[in-house]
Antibody
Framework: QVHLVQSGAEVKKPGASVMVSCRASGYTFTTYGITWVRQAPGQGLEWVGWISTYNGNTNYAQKLQNRVTMTTDTSTTTAYMELSGLRSDDTAVYYC???????????????WGQGTLVTVSS | SYELTQALSLSVGLGQTARISCGGNNIGSKSVHWYQQKPGQAPVLIIYRNSYRPSGIPDRFSASNSGNTATLTISRAQAGDEADYYCQAWDSIAHVVFGGGTKLTVL
């Protein structure tokens, strides 16, 4: 059974950085990419970016690409998302999700981590 | 950038059929996926590639996609179906796009 287990909640001050981890199990880690999605309180889902667990290629949301870095450690089947220069509007639950794809233009998310609340407050 | 539009809320009677729409320019040419999110929980995939159900999802959930509208249909609505529903697609420029979500209330 696929499991994505994320690190615990974080409270950070504006301008700081945060790193969220996501440990995957139950499948071959390098077969599927990992996407990060965030959800601000009471709001909808927002795509943060994607990383290939096979070769480390990344693709970030344009609004975050100067502040977000995604990495993986295949030896521990763990994905990481680091967000720097935190602002109050970065306060959100951050989810790691396993990405599935078909035909090169269809991508969806079949397994979700439990979410990590990142609170940015002075 | 590509946008997906959903109604903020929808109410349906117990046992009735709910139809949740997701609008987008020529969305029928894209592959649309649907997620259900209950309060305090992570989203769950309920439909992928327009109309496929993952294992464990009841066949009361179905979907279609044509023209400028994709539709999620929930038949014989139950109290347990109360949740937020999100559509999602991929665009070559915007990459992953989510609709704003529709809150379903079962009366």
């Amino acid at each position: 059974q696929v499991h994505l287990v994320q690190s615990g909640a974080e409270v950070k001050k504006p301008g700081a950085s945060v790193m969220v981890s996501c440990r995957a199990s139950g499948y071959t880690f390098t077969t599927y990419g990992i996407t990060w999605v965030r959800q601000a309180p009471g709001q909808g889902l927002e795509w943060v970016g994607w990383i290939s667990t096979y070769n480390g290629n990344t693709n970030y949301a344009q609004k975050l690409q100067n502040r977000v870095t995604m990495t993986t450690d295949t030896s521990t089947t763990t994905a990481y998302m680091e967000l720097s220069g935190l602002r109050s509007d970065d306060t959100a639950v951050y989810y790691c999700v396993r990405e599935r794809d078909y035909g090169g233009d269809s991508f969806w998310f079949d397994s979700w981590g439990q979410g990590t609340l990142v609170t940015v407050s002075s | 950038s590509y946008e997906l539009t959903q109604a903020l809320s929808l109410s349906v009677g117990l046992g009735q059929t709910a139809r949740i729409s997701c609008g987008g320019n020529n969305i029928g040419s894209k592959s649309v996926h649907w997620y259900q999110q209950k309060p305090g929980q992570a989203p769950v995939l309920i439909i992928y590639r327009n109309s496929y159900r993952p294992s464990g999802i009841p066949d009361r959930f179905s979907a279609s996609n044509s023209g400028n509208t994709a539709t999620l249909t929930i038949s014989r609505a139950q109290a347990g179906d109360e949740a937020d529903y999100y559509c999602q697609a991929w665009d070559s420029i915007a990459h992953v796009v989510f609709g704003g979500g529709t809150k379903l209330t079962v009366l």
